[in-house]
């Protein structure tokens, strides 16, 4: 059983409608995303909403209620921001909407609109502290948080379109001009002592946050595709911004990675980023695809509970992916517990180093190590490397979901070469070393239930100086599993340093 259910974001920009799935179990699936570019702010003629404005609105409404009605969305929960907000006849409009289209409009106060950016991050990234910015077209929301909670949060009654116009008129600005917006921007930010000099990252939502992402990846040749997570360092920011600035419009539409109805505003944008890294001297800035619509999905979702913790965060994640990927659940867990056995008797036998982090890449990557067959059943090992690179994951940097893709995916060196050489700008050197080590204890658990039945209920490894004995207590002394095993041991054999012997034993007779 299904429940759809649209999320519409009247923004100052741009109004986006998501349609999310639900299913039984209460993990959501994105189904259709459709932006339209409607620029309010542009709109907003002595404190109103001209009659172009309204009317651009109206038609972008009508539409998205016919997408509602062929998807056969009933629930529709729909906010508004900045231009609506600051506009006398925003009430007006808001009535107007539900009249004509019967979607029931929220109108939310700067405040609102900061926490639920926080939200967003929050459900989808593993950060402990951080400021958040948010810039629209016509507001900029911002929030510190600590220890995941929310601490403080601001709504500025500007954005991209409303600096561009009041600061940036020479096409490029003059020196002057940019001045003048950075001289602006630092006066209104320090009204907010928790600013300043946190040293925390500064997280980015927003199209503004995505486009100067796309542009460094476009400008470096990144090898992921993928946007949430992704970090610069607050020197990259500062460049970028300077490029940006000496180019003029039609050269700036050229850029690779910058949409071209955001050129003549992202100047602004970069501006903000470059001038918030500095005031709170913020090294490295983290992009964020979840914004405003996710969190207020997720409130509407799993309620107005503080925020999950990051292990928590990683878990709805993976369950997510199970599900989306209809990985066996049962077998998946086996895998999972049998290879965790074996990581902890290896640490306990001195033969591996113990780390937090490497144990959390190996639960993952047991429970996930079968994506790929979602594909078909050849090729599986790349098929989960794809689904495990490519497809969001939440709360994991991009280093670490190559990693975890790495160690899923293992089947011998020569293909965790090429991964690694893929992804040579990404990557650490000891993580093939990592990937290998990890992804041979995913391999054999895995062989261990072969079977996918869960016939082998226990191992235990008995390390001796000179061999490692592997037993393996199953519920009869004549499985599959045990036939199939032989190529997986002499891997561990050779990863371990020492021949491995395999002792089979009936379950009823372990004590």
Request: a neutral charge; aromatic letters at 6%.
């Amino acid at each position: 059983m299904h429940n759809d259910m649209g999320v519409i974001d009247l923004g100052s920009n741009t109004a986006r409608l998501v349609i999310y799935q639900q299913d039984a179990q209460g993990l959501v699936y994105e189904l259709d995303n459709i932006k339209r570019g409607l620029r309010l702010s542009s709109h907003l003629q002595d404190g109103r909403l001209d009659p172009a404005g309204w009317e651009k609105t109206m038609a972008c409404m009508r539409q998205f209620r016919d997408i509602l009605a062929a998807h056969q969305v009933s629930k529709v929960i729909g906010v508004a921001t900045a231009a609506v907000r600051q506009a006398e006849n925003g009430g007006e409009l808001i009535k107007s909407i539900e009249a004509e289209t019967g979607i029931t409009m929220r109108v939310l106060s700067g405040e609102e609109e900061a926490r639920y950016g926080y939200l967003a991050v929050m459900h989808t990234m593993n950060l402990s502290e951080g400021i958040t910015v948010d810039i629209g077209g016509g507001s900029t929301e911002l929030t510190y948080f600590a220890d995941r909670k929310l601490q403080h949060c601001v709504s500025f009654p500007f954005g991209i379109v409303t600096l561009t116009r009041l600061f940036l008129h020479q096409d490029p600005p003059a020196p002057g001009e940019v001045t003048s917006l950075r001289d602006f921007l630092i006066t209104q930010f320090q009204t907010c002592d928790w600013l300043r000099d946190k040293a925390c990252p500064v997280i980015a939502i927003g199209g503004t946050a995505r486009n100067l992402a796309k542009m460094h990846q476009r400008s470096t040749g990144y090898s992921l595709g993928s946007l949430h997570h992704y970090q610069l360092s607050a020197d990259t920011v500062q460049n970028i911004l300077a490029a940006t600035l000496s180019l003029p419009l039609e050269e700036r539409k050229q850029l690779p990675g910058l949409s071209k109805d955001r050129a003549d505003v992202i100047l602004s944008g970069l501006s903000v980023f470059d001038t918030l890294l500095t005031l709170s001297g913020g090294k490295e800035l983290i992009v964020s695809n979840k914004g405003l619509r996710d969190g207020v999905l997720y409130e509407a979702v799993w309620g107005p509970a503080l925020p999950p913790d990051a292990t928590a965060v990683r878990k709805r994640s993976i369950e997510q992916f199970m599900q989306r990927y209809r990985i066996d659940k049962k077998h998946a867990e086996h895998v999972r517990d049998l290879a965790l056995s074996l990581f902890d008797q290896l640490v306990d036998g001195g033969i591996l180093p113990y780390s937090d982090a490497e144990r959390d890449f190996l639960e993952a990557a047991a429970l996930l190590h079968d994506a790929g067959r979602s594909i078909n059943v050849y090729e599986v090992s790349e098929h989960t490397f794809y689904l495990l690179s490519n497809v969001l994951l939440w709360g994991y940097t991009h280093r670490q979901r190559l990693l975890i893709a790495m160690i899923a995916s293992y089947k011998n060196n020569k293909l965790l070469l090429q991964q690694v050489a893929t992804h040579a700008d990404i990557l650490s050197k000891s993580d093939k070393g990592t990937a290998e080590k990890l992804g041979m204890l995913v391999q054999l658990a895995r062989s261990l239930d072969r079977t996918m039945m869960q016939q082998i209920k226990q191992v235990q490894l008995e390390i001796g100086e000179k061999e490692t004995l592997l037993h393996c207590y199953g519920t009869k002394p004549s499985l599959i599993e045990y036939d199939l095993l032989e190529e997986t041991v002499q891997k561990a054999a050779k990863a371990w340093k020492k021949p491995v012997r395999v002792f089979v034993h009936s379950s009823l007779t372990h004590s």
